[in-house]
């Protein structure tokens, strides 16, 4: 198993700046990559950036790549999440996710996730 905690979320004025964090325990051996996910009231979770565990490989959903930057730290078992230049359409609750194998399976998917954390960005 897997737990992911959230920090870092709160409310920022538009063009302000916002560092969340990712912290993992539990099974981190099992842990591919790890991901960012944001889903604001009244819409679908949106994929937002995950990074490989084994390269560094970055990925990024459809976001403004230069806003959101995405940094992992082995050592400390946590993923951070640069947000710079936010906007209101940037709030949301932000959640991390950590692929691993999947039981029963050959595939890899994000099987754990964390509570979310709260970022409210105003105009």
């Known amino acids: 198993q897997v737990q992911l905690v959230e920090s870092g979320g709160g409310l920022v004025q538009a063009g302000g700046s916002l560092r969340l964090s990712c912290a993992a325990s539990?099974?981190?051996?099992?842990?591919?990559?790890v991901g960012w996910f944001r889903q604001a009231p009244g819409k679908e979770r949106e994929f937002v950036v995950d990074?490989?565990?084994?390269?560094?490989?970055?990925a990024y959903g459809e976001v403004e790549k230069d806003r959101f930057t995405i940094s992992g730290d082995d050592d400390k078992d946590t993923v951070a999440l640069q947000m710079n230049n936010l906007k209101p359409e940037d709030t949301a609750v932000y959640y991390c996710?950590?692929?691993?194998?999947?039981?029963?399976?050959?595939?890899?998917?994000?099987?754990?996730w964390g509570q979310g954390t709260q970022v409210t960005v105003s105009s």
């Open positions: 996710a950590a692929v691993t194998p999947s039981p029963g399976s050959k595939t890899h998917e994000f099987n754990y």
């Open positions: 539990g099974r981190t051996d099992m842990i591919y990559a």
């Open positions: 990074i490989s565990r084994s390269d560094g490989t970055i």
